[in-house]
């Protein structure tokens, strides 16, 4: 691989910047709960999908507002990195806990120039990404399905499945009672 040539397209670079600072800054700087709605505001602004009540801490990392999408009565927990160069989609009732990691984007290795390449990342309705787990470009964790704690994932998750390792594996089916 030879990289004394590579370039990388940059769409929306100086909105990134902005975004960048805000999400250091002003979005960092909002705390708790109560004032959750301002930063959901700041996020609608860059073009995020959000509704007000959704829960977004102030130390999550997004990198692009614009490629976010949530439902209602979600949560992206503390200290989260949304690597967002693609689509993250993520369905109601759905929990990304801290330490996470949302990675939309990686490089084409077969490539000699070494390629940008991104898919999106969908979390069904009711699924649970746990603290730190790795979540690769191009996965969907099906609806009710959990990852486990520190748990990498590069394919997708079944419904109503429990995972975790590295890489993630079948540990067993969620039910749910009561």
């Known amino acids: 691989m030879d990289l004394s040539n ?3 397209p940059k769409p929306n670079h100086l909105k990134r910047i902005v975004w960048y600072f805000i999400n250091r800054t002003i979005f960092y700087c ?7 709605s301002l930063r959901n ?4 602004a ?3 999908k959000v509704p007000l009540k959704v829960m977004v801490y102030s130390s999550a990392k997004i990198w692009a507002p614009w490629n976010l999408e949530m439902d209602e009565h979600s949560c992206i927990g503390p200290n989260t990195n ?3 160069k693609n689509k993250v989609v993520i369905g109601r009732h759905c929990v990304v806990s801290q330490g996470a ?4 984007a990686t490089h084409d290795i077969m490539d000699s120039k ?3 390449i991104s898919s999106p ?3 069904k309705e009711k699924s649970w990404v746990a603290a730190d787990v790795f979540v690769g470009p191009g996965v969907t964790i099906g609806e009710g399905a959990i990852v486990g704690a520190r748990g990498v994932v590069f394919k997708d998750v079944d419904p109503w499945t429990v995972v975790g390792g590295n890489p993630a594996k079948f540990i067993k089916k969620r039910e749910i009672k009561g």
């Open 6 to 8: 590579y370039k990388e």
């Open 30 to 36: 909002i705390p708790g709960t109560p004032l959750r």
């Open 41 to 44: 505001l700041l996020l609608l």
């Open 46 to 48: 860059f073009g995020a």
């Open 82 to 84: 949304i690597y967002n």
């Open 101 to 104: 990691y949302l990675c939309t």
């Open 114 to 116: 070494h390629s940008l």
């Open 121 to 123: 990342i969908l979390l």
